[in-house]
């Protein structure tokens, strides 16, 4: 089922979240801490093509009260299933509890390119990332969510609509800038020689459904401030099924497994060796090879950042571009390509821009919106919330 349009949303506050630059305030002093609001729970949300991070905590308190990653899928038990298959005979399962019983269950992604795709779909997975939340009756429930560069106010609309009845207020902010503030290390903020990323930075999220480079440079930012494409990890994995196809007629991998062979092995440049996966094929091993269609999919990726960080640098200021091109950070799971931040950095300097560094976050990417967007929950004005319709 597509997407299904929801009235738009209206008064002051939804104008100000889509237009209005908004400058975050320092975080305060540690010996300073905000009272806990025991009535109140704010939670980091990063809804993912793939996977959704959740990050919640009371407000004024530090400690998490939810912190997960659960994969962003819905399985619907099929009509005429034997009893005692699904765990409790459950009709709906989510997450990792849907991947492991999914031959006997109809798979639905709520989420297609980063915004809703099946609104209904969409509803039941917030209700789950509801209850993993867990907080007690009578709490009021703020979420920041991360929402793609590239979402337009018919997918923020949608997105309030799967969260209305089970959040009160939400901000949508952008998920690059999310990832930067998640990024930040506030214990060298003193440091002259920290490279603040919230201060100024480019941001390339590398995700599921798409890859988006955003400006930072100390608040929310704007339209221009962002470009996006929808050539991201899901295309790729697409690209290769048909690559894989010509290549062996007779080998008919799926999508899951594909996206496995593709995530151990991707890189740009040099293939360090080759890349072959023994897959059974009509009941009999086979050692595939990879190598080639792996590195065509991955350069393909590249060319597509590269362009799109041209673009971002474009509309830079030119007081600011000097310090932005020295911190161009990559995140999202297309940020793991092997070389990926060398071939980068490589063809930016070749093609004359000065002194480009660019990074990676490393290991903890799948948690930097939800942190970020936890952070950004911490620090909003009560102003700056939408509240939903119950």
Known sequence: ?????????????????????????????????KPVKSDIVLVGLDPGTSTTCIKAAFAGSPELIANEIVPTVVGYAREGIVE???????????????????????????????????LDAAQDFARHVRQLVNAP?????????????????????????????????????????????????????????????????????????TTDVCLVQGYYPGPNEQVSSAFAGDEMDKLLHEAIKRQYADADLSLPRIREIKEANSYVGQAETSIAANIVIGGKAR????????????????????????????????????????????????????????????????????????????EGYKELVAKGALAAARQAKDSQWLALAG
């Open 1 to 33: 089922m597509r997407t299904t349009y929801v009235p738009p949303l209206t008064g002051d506050t939804a104008r100000d979240l889509q237009r209005k630059p908004i400058i975050l305030p320092q975080p305060e002093p540690a010996s300073a801490p």
């Open 84 to 118: 005692h298959l699904l765990p409790g005979n459950a009709r709906v399962l989510y997450g990792q509890q849907a991947m492991k019983y999914r031959i006997y269950l109809r798979m639905v992604s709520p989420m297609q390119n980063g915004v809703v795709e099946d």
């Open 137 to 209: 009756p009578n709490t009021e429930l703020r979420a920041v969510v991360g929402v793609p560069a590239s979402a337009d106010r018919t997918s923020r609309e949608n997105l309030c609509a799967a969260l209305g009845g089970l959040f009160h207020k939400v901000m949508l902010v952008p998920e690059p800038f999310l990832a930067a503030l998640g990024y930040r290390d506030e214990a060298r903020l003193g440091d002259p020689a920290y490279l603040d990323p919230v201060r100024n930075s480019l941001f390339v999220d590398i995700g599921a459904g």
């Open 287 to 362: 050692r595939l090879d990879f190598t080639d269609g792996i590195g065509k999919v991955c350069e393909r990726l590249l060319q597509e950042i590269f362009e799109l960080v041209k673009v971002a640098i474009g509309r830079a200021s030119t007081d600011t571009v000097s310090d932005l091109m020295e911190n161009i950070i990559l995140t999202g799971g297309g940020s793991r390509i092997r070389h990926l931040d060398t071939e980068l950095q490589r063809r930016l300097a070749e093609d004359g821009y000065e002194k480009p560094r660019v990074l990676t976050v490393g």
